[in-house]
């Protein structure tokens, strides 16, 4: 069973940058898509970006635009993430969807500050 371990999370102020990263405890496709969500307090978890074994790539409406989604040749999925705003506060979880199943990272949490 492959792991998920994410980094990248951290305090910025609105207008700033982060870049989150999902590194595969071994380099694994997921045959299905490869997805950021994230988590805020009282919210349901809401998926953010997606991106297919053949680069097709998603976003949600509130990220279009400031977000991109990629993978490297490790199968590291990344997530750039500017022109954060304070609403963009959550706990950002990757996701492997296989046809079997799907693997989630731990969270890293990404505060915004006004």
């Known amino acids: 069973q492959v792991q998920l371990v994410e980094s990248g999370g951290g305090l910025v102020q609105a207008g700033g940058s982060l870049r989150l990263s999902c590194v595969p405890s071994?380099?694994?496709?997921?045959?299905?898509?490869m997805c950021w969500y994230r988590q805020a307090p009282g919210k349901e978890r809401e998926l953010v970006a997606s991106?297919?074994?053949?680069?097709?790539t998603e976003y949600a409406d509130s990220v279009l635009g400031r977000f991109s989604i990629s993978r490297d040749t490790k199968n590291t999925l990344w997530l750039q993430m500017n022109s954060l705003k304070p609403e963009d506060t959550a706990v950002y979880y990757c996701?492997?969807?296989?046809?079997?199943?799907?693997?989630w990272g731990q969270g890293t949490q990404v505060t915004v500050s006004s």
């Open positions: 071994r380099n694994i496709l997921a045959n299905r898509a």
């Open positions: 996701n492997f969807r296989f046809s079997y199943g799907n693997v």
């Open positions: 991106i297919t074994p053949g680069g097709y």
